[in-house]
């Protein structure tokens, strides 16, 4: 229908000359049909002035700006978790704690029309609108009439009252036309608002702040959490990580004292795991935090704390003797006996100390601790072989016993316990017993004497007899909790919640309960044994498997292929090594001859044949570093250095025949003019495209990192190359100039594809996401498969824009990494595509023994076959039950999270 001819085809509007909020937009929407907008960016204030006018409108189409990159807007799931992780974090980005406590009604209402589905948001990439600043719209009025608008104006209040505005509206069929193809291609490139903006507008409308005396145990790490920066990023915690939180809980309120074996594959993220239970005990007053970590890993803790849970913690530093604060502030102290004076209530502690029985580890004993974690517990065991010392605890086990006892809550993250000797899993769960029977009982427990409850866990023996049932339930007995059977046993008894061991017979049950515990013995369920499903050793160990989690739905399938491979071979390699030069060759046999000789003075010639060669297996540049290290008997302390430096105060002063060798290790690297190693990562970052698909090439050692970085950035001079390294060694490369940059800063860049070639080392490499990086280069190979899966967690994670990623290894021939991997090799394909055909931790054994090494895996593989009890108990659990931590309402003010862990033990 043509408009009346009273109207004019075109007016315009000022705010110099008219009250826009009322004169134009809400009269002409008041009568409107259906509504077509071009906005900018999606806020809390977009309907702000018409929000009565949008209430009876039928249809609203908004799109507006999202900053992305037009691969995070591709089609498919993965693309989809990217893009919706992307946009969270933009709109968190904008919002503010005042604007929601003042508009709550405005965020209702927004929530309300987005729910309502009358109103539809679509967002465009940035390479469709690198910046929606033309705002235009088209009208429909009930009455048949059309107009489009064209101006200036944004959407909020001050927009449209105190911004100086133009607007041009325009009745024509060309005008309205044009306006309206404008709208239907932006339309068409955009994707809907996702429903986690939707629902975090209505959180907000309801949000409400709280004291921590205010909440039940069971709400504390939703509060604190759902706007920590992990959640502000738009990912979180996902599901079977809260399962584990929560299953701490549980055992809290059960037993008084958590003390759980946290056993998860690889890759599923058992640190944030730990983290949050440590900071969930310690926001319930339990006491403070002592976390013990391989010296490697305890920059990774404290920044998976910062970074992700928003929370602070101090690292000791056993060189310099004091505290490292979040931001890498060193807090001076009297001396080691000072590790037991941590300014915050988190502290962090290298195994190493604990290993080599320093001062700090005395010091640690006197002290209580609310929650004692363990990482990487399996490093807890007694000598092996057959020397003297041989089924004594080494000292990490011996630390543990005592101070377990010490601690409320116990927490020991491990490697999948089958893999271990079935004596080192009861040497784990002996010290979660320590201090708190109630996980193997009380003394004469049998389920401390390994060799007789043994055949019942693996099956070969059922137990059918009544009276033998009851002295395997009795100590420790159950919590109501783990199945009808013990919730009647303990009704029965009469026993208390804290009571986990009676010795009155089994006469002295009811006989319905005798009834039913006679059937259960005998009842086999998924081809399980009672005792099978009912042990303590299950009770208290968690372990989740990737396939399983593959197979619900909660990880993605990401296959990766490995190079090089029977396709293609360079002329560098020789098989799937490279070659190397006579050199090298020579080199390498010094290394050898250099840890022979030492063999003759010390105990620590073995560690440093494993070390040199490591190092010289690493890159060229990293061997010639130690070497010339060794000589000046100077250890740079990095992170990934300080069990080394440890090492090294042990060691004598270099004597001539060591000398020899070390000067025969620089003599023969320094000829060497290039690298093979830096060959091969050109070829695949150049003339097999990685640099398109962006990569991350990895090292164990900063030496190599930042050798491959400068000789890149030479080679690559417009490309920027940023090395990601401990603290105060990251930074930016670029056209062969350096530049220091906070390692937020360089992660900030790669997901927003600005820099798409990163070098990092292991020991920074812990809450680095980065899945706009679509490859990965191994430097060198990590004999520990769980670190080498790290790596891959890097680019493999949720919101991966490529089904397939993929990696190269590099290794030189005819030396121990090639053997390694020559194994390795053979089921990293079925690793990668099925997952759990290699343990988290290849044993230094299992390498000086490199002929066994299949064989030993061979044994991994079946024993893990046979592991069936735990999938069957925690499979059903990695989905907690109710709503995720992201909607939550009821929340903890940041400023007094971060004040109760900023209190000192």
Known sequence: MPDPPSLPLISRFSSRQHRLSHVYLKDRLATAKNYRRIAGYFR??????????????????????SDLDPRDIAIGQASRLARETALKEKWNEGADEIESLLHRPRYRHLYELLKSGRVEVRVVSSADAPFLHGKAGVIEGRDGTSSAFIGSLNETREGWKEHYEIVWEDRSPEGIAWVEEEFKHLWRRGVPLPDAIIEEVGRLARKVEVELKDLAPADIAAAALVEAPLYRRGEELMPWQRAFVEMFLQHRDNYKDARLLLADEVGVGKTLSLATAAMVGCLLGDGPALILTPATLCKQWQGELRDKLGIPSAVWLSNKKAWLDPDDHIIQTRGALDVGKCPYQIGIVSTGLI??????????????????????????????????????PNNLLSFMREAAKRARHVILGTATPIQTEVGELWDLLEILNSGASHVLGRDFSRWKQTADVLPILTGEKEVRDEVEAWNLIRNPLPARSEGHLFDHIRSDLQLRKDQHYSDRPVTDLDEFTRSELREDITQRRDSLSFFQRNNPILRHTVLRKRATLEELGLLDKIAVDIWPNDNEMLSVFDGFALRTSAEFDAAYEAANAFAAALAKRTQAAGFMKTMMQSRICSSIASGLATAEKLLKKKIQLDEEDEEAALLFERVPQIIDEERFYLDRIVHFLKQRPTDPKLDAVVHFLTVRGWLDLGCIVFSQYYDTANWIAKSLTELLPEERVALYAGAGKSGLFYGGEWRSVERDDIKKAVRDRTIRLVVATDAACEGLNLQTLGTLINIDLPWNPSRLEQRIGRIKRIGQTRDRVDMLNLVYHDTNDEKVYEVLSKRMKDRYDLFGSLPDTIEDDWIDDVENLEERLRQFTERKKRANAFEIRYASSVQPDGPGWEQCERVLARRDIVGRLSEGW
């Open 355 to 392: 290993f080599h029985n320093a001062p700090e580890a005395k010091a640690l004993l006197e002290r209580r601790f609310g929650t004692l974690i363990l990482d990487e517990a399996h490093r807890a065991r007694r000598a092996q072989g057959v020397s003297s010392k041989a089924g004594e």
């Open 44 to 65: 809390s204030s977009i309907f702000e002035l018409v929000a009565e006018e949008i209430n009876s409108i039928d249809k609203v189409q908004i799109v507006c700006n």
